[in-house]
């Protein structure tokens, strides 16, 4: 089965930029979604496909995806941006959906 | 606005039936696929079941498959997990998603937390 690799902690000062890795076997065929969780409420879809953000998702957040390794940077980075993020792509082969093992980014 | 809220959750026995329901609102349901994601206490997100707009492909995880059937009702709006031989490890909150752009999960509603215990 596919699977999504993520680095488990990433700490950032305020106004820095912040970069979350998700490896994966040429990830970089696929479309990587990412999604952005704080504490005690639900996911919320901050980029999709190549790069694309949902209507609400500052400018600062934006994706990209190449080889074996997709990553979400984050500039500017804010204390409200302290939350678990989690890649996800749909796996063809095995037609499941697949999700990273999430980040906790720390504003220190 | 795009709305998704679920229920049905709650405490049952290990080897028990729970059958969770996501109502829509506030978009075309029957022209999306849904999914069930859940997420253990503590842990990250794990997808669960997938089902197409007709109801006609539905895909489920190796850990529940034969044991939970994702199903949805599109006169009524509603998404459905009819979920059987209930284990500890099925413990989570459990959402329900709409399919959106580049395979992703472009709304979600706020959960219904699964609790397995003896």
């Known amino acids: 089965s596919y699977v999504l690799t993520q680095p488990p902690s990433v700490s950032v000062a305020p106004g820095q930029t912040a970069r979350i890795s998700c490896g994966g076997a040429n990830i970089g065929r696929k479309s990587v979604s990412w999604y952005q969780q704080r504490p005690g409420q639900a996911p919320i879809l901050v980029i999709y496909?190549?790069?694309g953000r949902p209507s609400g998702i500052p400018e600062r957040f934006s994706g990209s995806n190449s080889g074996n390794t997709a990553s979400l940077t984050i500039i500017r980075v804010e204390a409200g941006d302290e939350a678990d993020y989690y890649c996800?792509?749909?796996?063809?082969?095995?037609?499941?959906?697949?999700f990273g093992g999430g980040t906790k980014l720390t504003v220190l | 606005q795009e709305q998704l809220v679920e229920s049905g959750g709650g405490v049952v026995q290990p080897g028990t039936s729970l059958r969770l329901s996501c109502a829509a609102s506030g978009f075309a349901f029957a022209s999306s696929s849904m999914d069930w994601v859940r997420q253990a206490p503590g842990k990250g997100l794990y997808w669960v079941a997938f089902?197409?707009?007709?109801?006609?492909?539905?895909s489920y995880d190796d850990s529940v498959k034969g044991r939970f059937t994702i199903s949805r009702d599109n006169s009524k709006n509603t998404l459905f997990l009819e979920m059987s031989s209930l284990r500890l490890e099925d413990s989570a909150i459990y959402y329900c998603?709409?399919?959106?752009?580049?395979?992703?999960?472009?709304?979600w509603g706020q959960g219904t937390l699964v609790t397995v215990s003896s």
């Open positions: 998603a709409r399919d959106g752009e580049g395979d992703s999960l472009d709304y």
């Open positions: 089902i197409s707009r007709d109801g006609g492909i539905k």
């Open positions: 996800q792509v749909w796996d063809t082969d095995s037609a499941h959906r697949v």
């Open positions: 496909y190549h790069g």
